[in-house]
């Protein structure tokens, strides 16, 4: 379907910019995004798609919300709760943009749900705090060759994992960190953190899908960046391929 006149509006300022004109636009409404994790980072990020008019967002948290998620997760308000996040979101993204679908899964997922979904998807968004289900994510992005922005933060510190497994010879999240299936000492539960990293992070997976959806990522090779959020500096740097991958090789 093309835009209409209400959608003209709607995105007449994003539209403007350059490389985002009526093509882009009608690239993004005819896009589907999966958000795996509705925390800290997939609160802002599926704010920001369905803002921006991604014609499909499928949304995938199992958890409830919980008292000590408001500091961060800014789609939940105090009386949500107890409530499922995947409905809550969904329920709040669709006001927010009713020109939008919005699937959801309101369970943890796995291997087969990943398979049944990933094939339909431009762009996947892990915004898990799961070592175990985001090996699973990157498993899928790599089977079905479909970029993948990954995101992590504690602290004041944020970091970016842009996998770019639509584009041959890239490198995998399994080429830097292995299959580890360990949990970190360190998360967020244990550690801490700011709200305000999580969302400059989860901005960031929001606009890098924006950017390859719309056609105009001029960043074609997977690559780490992190963020100090008391400097406000950023560090970026390549991924090399491993050539012994256990997923990608
Ligand atoms: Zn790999």
């Known amino acids: ?13 994003q539209m403007m910019v350059e490389d985002m004109g009526e093509e882009a636009q009608q690239r993004l409404k005819d896009s589907t995004v999966i958000i795996v994790g509705l925390g800290g980072l997939g609160c802002p990020a599926s704010l920001y798609l369905a803002a921006a008019g991604i014609g499909k967002l ?9 008292l000590s998620n408001l500091q961060r997760q800014i789609l939940f308000r105090d009386s949500d709760v ?9 329920k709040r993204l669709s006001k927010l943009n009713p020109h939008i679908k919005i699937e959801m899964l309101a369970e943890q997922v796995d291997r087969q749900d990943l398979v049944g979904l990933v094939d339909e998807a ?3 968004l892990d915004c898990t705090d799961n070592i175990s ?14 970029p993948l922005i990954s995101a992590a933060a504690m602290g004041w510190e944020g970091q970016l994992t842009e996998i770019r497994a639509d584009i041959q010879d890239s490198a995998c999240l399994a080429c830097a960190y292995g299959l580890e299936k360990d949990e970190p000492l360190l998360n967020c ?11 400059v992070m989860g901005s960031m997976q929001a ?11 001029i960043q074609e090779e997977s690559r780490i960046s992190r963020f100090d959020g ?15 991958c256990p997923v990608c090789s």
Not at 1 to 13: K, V
Not at 133 to 146: F, L, S
Not at 189 to 198: D, E, F, K, N, R
């Open 122 to 124: 431009a762009v996947i």
């Open 58 to 66: 499928i949304l995938i948290d199992g958890d409830e919300i919980e």
């Open 189 to 199: 539960s244990t550690a801490g953190v700011m709200g305000p990293v999580l969302g």
């Open 230 to 244: 008391k400097r406000g500096s950023w560090s970026s740097f390549g991924m090399p391929v491993n050539a012994e």
């Open 82 to 90: 107890g409530a499922p996040k995947a409905k809550v979101a969904r």
């Open 133 to 146: 289900t985001r090996q699973e994510i990157n498993r899928a992005a790599v089977a079905y060759q479909k």
């Open 207 to 217: 606009m890098r899908a924006i950017q390859i959806v719309a056609g105009n990522s």
């Open 1 to 13: 379907m093309t835009l209409n006149h209400q959608e003209f509006l709607r995105y007449s300022r």
